[in-house]
């Protein structure tokens, strides 16, 4: 019965079998490598850029001086907006690197620098690389987006955007892009649009699925948006953001009680939640409980002092109960606030455009940002202002 046993008391049988254990193992782990940077590499060309992310990370883990792994992480991490990580991946990867692939290099940088918004060292070279490198045509088309998206040259983006979507008219990642760019101007009804093709290309992206829900809360089509939420909320029961927009969308059906528990629940979890907070405030006020919107209201303007929504309600709340006079500093705090915003849409879609140089434009955008809470993008602005002035 254990006969076998005998063998593995010869050395030459003892070596044997512990080098087939080994290479067994460790073809194992290559195997898995494998399979993890052909999955990552997968995602990104279907614009998964979290999956992308998290199977390179394995790779990494086992192969760390892989250069062509640290330049698929970097356009993952580009994708996702996380440009500092981006960066580093790009330095590790010209670190390894065999010079064949410094050209792959130094297209990524150019496409990295474009995506955060430095525009000025590589647009003319990404334009005339779509000429002579027409295959690479997506790539670019998404990075100069975004940089333009950046730096509100909402035209421009919108030319690269509408021209990848002529050549490629399915591709589900070129219409999020073209939602998030409509989003931000404002052009909610668009932006829907725009989202809604993604899902019904992509059922799965379930970001465009979530913007999708939000946009159709704003415009008041609250029975498809609770179909979108909860969805949503079938992969994500936790998300207090989801279940702070399906509560607002059965309360604006006429679920009023129901609306409230999901909204406590929320509450009770997450007490300083800015939107659950703001919601609340809204139920009271729409049910005439002026004194208990007011508390509610004034908790959210806590967390979020720069919602003009949460601003304007606290002042009708206020108004309710005939605080004359507080009513009226808060209108006028509400107004200052929506002036601002105002001025700040006037620059980003309009003014840019025509005054992309104009370094006291940008000083006014980024005194404006910083005045509603975005201080590092503010910053930005004011850095650009002094880079143009030298």
């Known amino acids: 019965m254990f006969r076998w046993l005998h063998f593995l008391r010869r050395p030459r049988w003892l070596v044997l079998t512990l080098a087939l254990l080994i290479g067994g193992a460790l073809a194992g782990i290559e195997g898995w490598a494998r399979y993890q940077f052909n999955a990552g590499q997968a995602a990104l060309g279907t614009y998964q850029h979290e999956a992308a992310r998290a199977h390179l990370q394995q790779y990494l883990r086992l192969w760390p001086r892989s250069a062509t792994a640290h330049l698929l992480f970097a356009r993952a991490s580009r994708r996702a907006g996380k440009f500092a990580e981006a960066e580093h991946h790009l330095d590790e990867c010209r670190k390894w ?14 496409l990295l620098h ?69 989003r931000q101007v404002g052009a909610v009804n668009r932006a829907r649009e725009e989202y809604r093709r993604v899902v019904e290309l992509d059922p799965k992206q379930s970001e465009a699925r979530e913007y999708l829900a939000r946009c159709l809360v704003q415009v008041g089509r609250y029975q498809e948006a609770a179909e979108h939420l909860e969805i949503l909320l079938r992969q994500r029961p936790g998300d207090a953001r989801l279940r702070t927009l399906l509560a607002r969308s059965r309360h ?25 907070l703001r919601e609340r405030g809204r139920f009271a006020l729409a049910a005439e409980k002026f004194a208990d919107a007011e508390t509610w209201l004034r908790q959210a303007a806590l967390a979020s002092p720069y919602d003009y929504e949460v601003q304007w309600s606290l002042y009708q709340a206020l108004q309710g109960q005939r605080k004359t006079a507080d009513a009226s500093a808060q209108l006028a705090k509400a107004q200052q606030l929506k002036n601002r915003m105002e001025r700040l849409h006037e620059i980003q879609t309009h003014q840019m455009t025509l005054r992309p140089s104009d370094p006291k434009l940008h000083v006014e955008l980024g005194g404006l940002l910083i005045q509603i809470g975005q201080q590092e993008e503010g910053e930005r602005w004011l850095q650009s202002a002094r880079q143009l002035k030298q």
């Open 97 to 110: 690197a065999s010079p064949e692939l410094g050209e792959e290099i130094a297209f990524e940088w150019a």
């Open 114 to 182: 474009a995506a955060v918004g430095d525009l000025s060292a590589v647009e003319e070279t990404l334009q005339a690389r779509l000429l002579s490198r027409p295959l690479d045509a997506p790539l670019i088309w998404e990075a100069l987006a975004e940089g333009y998206r950046r730096n509100y040259r909402m035209p421009e983006a919108l030319k690269c955007l509408d021209t990848w979507l002529y050549f490629d008219p399915d591709n589900a990642h070129a219409y999020f892009l073209r939602g998030e760019l409509h």
């Open 252 to 276: 604006d059906l006429g679920e009023h009680a129901e609306a409230i528990r999901l909204l406590d629940d929320v509450l009770r979890e997450y007490p300083d939640h800015a939107l659950a």
